[in-house]
């Protein structure tokens, strides 16, 4: 068997089980600040910085964050091995394929460092 | 791997009923949510940062090719939350009939449609 060097965790099931968990966390995440804007009527500076401006809050953004990264990473990851193959590119899959997957790693990993930054500095 | 494998990739002569179509918008809306988090990002990070910042992006939202692009991304995220919902209960084994698939795939597009409608009055 031949183990893929590039997907999240050397293991498709792995990455299936990521998959479902991080999206959990996203969609409750979604939704509790869908539902945190909805119960402010007038929505100004100073709640909506109060939203973001607690311990568990944080946490929370943050635990979201990195569940963003993994969750676009195993999405991007499945997308490119479908579509950037031999047999819609021929014999340049392999390096278009790498290159999609390195920007995508790229954008990942700056996401995360700016979302830390945002969410740690409020 | 037997090499004796069926393959027939080519997606251009594949029929494509209703739970396919919501699959592929459920990828390409992953695709449009993973570059516009960038957006979402920024206009969070400005709007956290002061006051000025808060109103400039409260400013920035009455243009109306931001708000576009914005609605873009909401209209995305909710699409992608709503259909994905429906993936974690056919994993869950609910709807994985042929005629609970096409069903469901209704009943989300709907709902989808719906949220990312209500998204769109919310920002105008």
């Known amino acids: 068997m031949v183990t893929s060097v590039t997907n999240f965790g050397r293991s498709g099931l792995f990455d299936w089980l990521i998959q479902r968990f991080s999206a959990v966390i996203l969609g409750a995440y979604t939704l509790c600040i869908l539902a945190s804007i909805a119960v402010i009527p007038e929505l100004d500076y100073a709640h909506w910085k109060a939203i973001f401006d607690s311990n568990s809050m944080r946490m929370f953004s943050l635990i979201t964050l990195l569940a963003l990264c993994a969750h676009a990473w195993i999405g991007m990851w499945t997308i490119s091995t479908d579509y950037l193959t031999t047999l819609q590119l021929g014999t340049r899959a392999t390096f278009v394929r790498l290159l999609f997957q390195a920007s995508c790693a790229l954008l990942t990993l700056i996401y995360m460092l700016w979302g830390i930054q945002i969410f740690w500095g409020v | ?124």
């Open chain 2, 1 to 124: 791997m037997k090499d004796n494998r069926p393959i027939n990739i080519d997606l251009t002569t594949f029929k494509y009923p209703l739970p396919a179509i919501t699959s592929i918008l459920h990828r390409i809306s992953g695709i449009v949510i993973f570059v516009g988090v960038a957006l979402l990002l920024y206009l969070l990070q400005l709007s956290l940062e002061s006051a000025a910042g808060f109103d400039l992006v409260a400013a920035w939202l009455d243009n109306l090719i931001v708000k576009f692009l914005t609605w873009s991304v909401l209209a995305a995220l909710l699409f992608h939350l709503i259909v994905g919902f429906k993936h974690l209960l056919m994993d869950l084994g609910i709807g994985e009939t042929r005629a609970g698939g096409v069903l469901a795939a209704k009943l989300a597009l709907l709902l989808a449609i719906i949220a990312m409608l209500a998204a769109g009055v919310w920002l105008w």
